[in-house]
């Protein structure tokens, strides 16, 4: 039986661009993508391009990439699983030859090659029957010290080769430029920053999608743990350019829309727009501080000069164009006034486009382990137009109803949101894009825009004790990973404002939230950044959780101090630290690759996985002279003496299975299942690990879900082993104590450092744990099991519907991921884990883990004692002689 899902499509209301998604598949109804076909409206056959993204253990297609040319008025689509059809239209061809390589995209030929004196292209001819040799295209970058630099690229690779999308990836870095134009080849030494470029190319198309990412690849240096701009590892830039040039001629005409639904006029060179601030009402928000505490952004929004006039608007996106009869250049700049600063230049003979523009005033600083991918278009000849590049500034979005989704498997336990009858739990999901209180509407309050901020979102229940006259900046990283949540409720409902969301968080977290470096501390490489430090302003800390105003704090905010809960936060809320594995999510950035197809997220999540294992690596320690073994790192939470079930073992473990499931690497399964031994046995004595001490051990249920997950896992692969039978065991009876001791937080407020409105939502995962723990039941324990399931999921909505501040961004953050699960076991309440042949009772006895550290200072100390011992009977000898 043939297999079908209508597509919708947003797009520009005319023309034809390029349109890139992600789609899911029921396991094993797409075993060959080459019988995957697109059809439009009037059910004619469009040329489309498939890559595997991911697989079922079947080997049949989990989700899988589609590429096609749409049409404006062609929509919907249709993809279809049944006989090929043979499609003829453009195509991509890919030629490497020695140390460059040749795109053509049958409208235009590329050459990109190694020499930096033209990047990203040595040279751009139209495919026409003049053979017009287009345009020239360089970049360069200016140190805050004057000094020029070029990119010297080091490798090139193709990562998709077509028919219909080709893309090329450019690695190298940038290095100072001599008087003569000519890079420091010689050594290559003491390059500034490392790039990386992906240029997307497209069939019948003369244009360009580029993603060019910089980054430090320094350490930051964070003397006491703290993280202040003006880092000696910093490095700062006055302005970063790309330029694209026609050849001379006659005179030009300069065409741009500054706005989004802007008209086009043309405009006399010189033209300039530039982009100062984010136009909002707060643009001068303290969020925008710099290393000396100052704020150098000097007006509203965006000035455009031209001719000798100017006039300014608020927030612009251009397309500003260049032509000369068949000559042509155009460039289209997405998020451009969200990146501010920003600017687009023109003359009679060029297009320049600064990153990071000169006009700015301060120079830009890129801190230590930090990146920035900026993303634009350029066309040349027929395509640089404003009406085809439209297709780029606002990219065409395609996607499946919400019944393909969840019923597809591909995603557990997804309903769409028609379905769900859970009204309450809804409005506080939408609470995120509806209403007064939007994430969108949290951005504005303190400006969370400009090209290291944007994505992200305000960490508004951090500001609760604020007193003073201006917001408090907090930026949220992703805790508890909304990336995922914004992917699960867009799957849910097709509401692209989801998708939105998902996508500019992703973007923001892989760039400025990850830790790029190779250079600091194994614990630290490589890792996710926290959120800023509760109820603390950001100040110069940026998104690194710790700046140096934390050491004039007197204590924690919103407690007495001369309350016991005072003294005890304050030694766990330590004034200084760095990336840990208790904030670490990946899965979100994995969701975001399957459903974009984005290289950058699936490397980003996979580097976060491969994180858990280097942190724990005692190999990579300096403790490795004393002692051999395991850190702990990935596995502690809390505290460094503590290694069952938490919130950092729950994190390293679901990390570990988004790595193995990305990679198929066996060990991240392997370095999986040692952390579940570590943390957790079938035979613990739950009550001696004091999991009722709320703000200590709270996080125990994060545990108990990331064990489902694995469970989860293992069914679908079909591996009913022993670690399967000793996870499930070990669920089960942590699962049964739950049953009898847990209650909800806040019927005991006092217990709680801050009984606040988060409390409410965090009980949410106790409903997820007995669903999980239901699976594994029969009987009356599983019937017991989904009673205090339902009766969680019923509590928690009706006390965070009870608080005035349930619109604050955590407790929406958390309904975002926690609760669909409820509605699937509402319509499922009867689906079961499936057995092992032969059950495995004896597991043994729980393991007791020694950190290397602990090991590596007890020798020490015994070396010591060994070494005063044998200096002591030294003595002794000599003055008996």
């Not at 090209?451 to 006259?469: L, N, P, Q």
């Not at 950092?648 to 990679?663: C, E, K, P, V, W």
């Not at 996080?699 to 591996?719: A, C, H, P, V, W």
């Not at 550290?853 to 200096?871: D, F, I, N, T």
Request: charged share 25%.
């Amino acid at each position: 039986m043939e297999q079908s899902v209508e597509l919708k499509l947003v797009c520009p209301a005319a023309g034809r661009g390029p349109v890139t998604t992600g789609l899911p598949w029921p396991r094993g109804s797409l075993t060959d993508l080459k019988r995957l076909t697109l059809r439009d409206k009037q059910g004619r056959a469009i040329p489309l391009q498939s890559r595997a993204l991911d697989h079922w253990p079947d080997g049949s297609v989990r989700w899988v990439l589609l590429d096609w040319i749409a049409e404006a008025g062609a929509v919907p689509y249709r993809v279809s699983v049944g006989e090929p059809v043979a499609v003829e239209g453009p195509h991509v061809t890919v030629q490497p030859f020695g140390d460059a390589v040749r795109v053509d995209t049958g409208a235009a030929q590329f050459e990109e090659a190694h020499w930096p004196a033209w990047f990203p292209f040595s040279f751009v001819t139209l495919r026409s029957p003049s053979q017009t040799d287009m345009c020239s295209a360089d970049f360069v970058l200016e140190e805050g010290t004057g000094i020029e630099h070029v990119p010297v690229v080091e490798a090139i690779a193709v990562e998709e080769t077509g028919p219909l999308r080709a893309l090329v990836r450019f690695k190298g870095k940038i290095h100072r430029l001599n008087s003569r134009f000519i890079p420091e080849l010689l050594g290559l030494v003491n390059p500034l920053a490392e790039f990386e470029t992906r240029l997307h190319f497209f069939a019948g198309f003369a244009a360009v999608r580029i993603e060019f990412t910089i980054r430090n690849p320094r350490r930051a240096t964070h003397t006491g743990g703290l993280w202040d701009l003006g880092d000696p590892g910093s490095i700062d830039m006055k302005d970063a350019t790309f330029r694209f040039s026609l050849r001379p001629g006659s005179p030009t005409i300069i065409c741009c829309s500054p706005e989004l639904s802007a008209p086009v006029e043309e405009f006399t060179a010189p033209f300039e727009l530039y982009q100062d601030s984010s136009g909002g009402k707060n643009w001068k928000s303290t969020n925008h501080i710099n290393r000396k505490r100052e704020i150098p952004i000097t007006f509203r929004g965006y000035r455009l000069k031209a001719g000798g006039q100017e006039r300014s608007g608020l927030r612009a996106t251009p397309i500003v164009t260049l032509s000369r009869g068949e000559h042509a250049v155009g460039i289209a700049v997405p998020h451009f006034w969200q990146n501010f600063p920003k600017a687009i230049k023109a003359t009679n003979d060029s297009i320049t486009l600064r990153l990071f523009p000169k006009q700015f005033g301060d120079v830009h600083e890129l801190q230590g382990g930090e990146q920035k991918t900026h993303t634009f278009a350029v066309a040349f000849g027929p395509d640089a137009t404003p009406e085809a590049l439209e297709w780029f500034r606002q990219p065409a979005r395609a996607f499946a109803p919400p019944e393909w989704y969840c019923s597809s498997g591909a995603i557990p336990y997804l309903t769409p949101k028609a379905e769900d009858p859970n009204a309450e739990h809804l409005k506080l999901v939408d609470a995120a894009i509806e209403g007064l209180d939007t994430f969108d509407h949290k951005r504005e309050v303190i400006d969370e825009y400009g090209w290291r901020h944007f994505g992200d979102i305000y960490g508004d229940h951090e500001a609760v004790y604020h007193k003073g006259e201006l917001p408090m900046v907090s930026h949220y990283n992703n805790q508890y990973d909304p990336i995922a949540g914004f992917a699960y409720q867009f799957m849910r409902s097709g509401d692209l404002l989801w998708f939105r969301h998902m996508d500019e968080l992703a973007l923001h977290v892989i760039d400025i939230d990850i830790y790029h470096t190779t250079q600091d501390k194994s614990a630290y490489n490589g890792g996710l950044f926290w959120h800023t430090f509760h109820y603390a302003d950001a100040d110069t800390s940026t998104h690194r959780a710790y700046p140096r105003s934390l050491l004039q704090m007197k204590g924690m905010p919103g407690l007495d101090p001369n309350d016991p809960k005072a003294q005890r936060s304050r030694n766990v809320y330590a004034f200084g630290g760095g990336p840990a594995n208790e904030h670490n999510y990946p899965t979100g950035l994995m969701l975001h690759h399957f459903l974009t197809g984005s290289e950058a997220s699936r490397e980003a999540a996979l580097g976060l996985a491969r994180w858990v294992v280097n942190m724990d690596d005692g190999r990579r320690t300096v403790f490795r002279w004393l002692a051999s073994g395991d850190t702990g790192h990935a596995s502690q939470s809390r505290d460094p003496s503590y290694h069952g079930p938490g919130r950092g073992s729950a994190n390293s473990l679901s990390a570990l299975i988004d790595g193995h499931r990305l990679s198929g690497d066996a060990a991240f399964l392997m370095k999986a299942e040692q952390i579940i031994r570590r943390c957790i046995h079938p035979k613990d004595d739950v009550p001696q690990r004091n999991l009722l001490d709320v703000e200590n051990r709270w996080f125990y249920t994060m545990f108990l879900q990331s064990l489902g997950k694995y469970l989860d896992y293992k069914i679908e692969r079909s591996e009913l082993d022993y670690m399967y039978a000793y996870a499930r065991a070990s669920l089960l009876h942590y699962a049964r104590w739950m049953a009898d001791s847990e209650r909800p937080y806040l019927e005991k407020p006092e217990l709680l450092e801050y009984p606040n409105e988060t409390w409410a939502p965090q009980d949410m995962r106790k409903c997820e744990v007995f669903y999980f723990a239901a699976k594994h039941a029969s009987g009356s324990e599983k019937s017991r099991f989904l009673e205090r399931a339902d009766f969680f999921f019923r509590d928690s909505v009706l006390r965070l519907r009870a608080f005035e501040t349930r619109t604050l961004a955590r407790p929406v953050v958390l309904m975002l991921s926690l609760g669909h699960m409820h509605t699937y076991f509402q319509k499922h309440p009867d689906e079961s884990a499936p057995l092992r042949a032969v059950e495995v009772t004896d597991f043994g006895t729980p393991e007791v883990f020694g950190p290397q550290k602990v090991k590596a200072m007890k020798r020490a100390k015994l070396l010591a004692a060994l070494g005063a011992l044998g200096a002591a009977g030294l003595v002794g000898w000599l003055l008996l002689k």
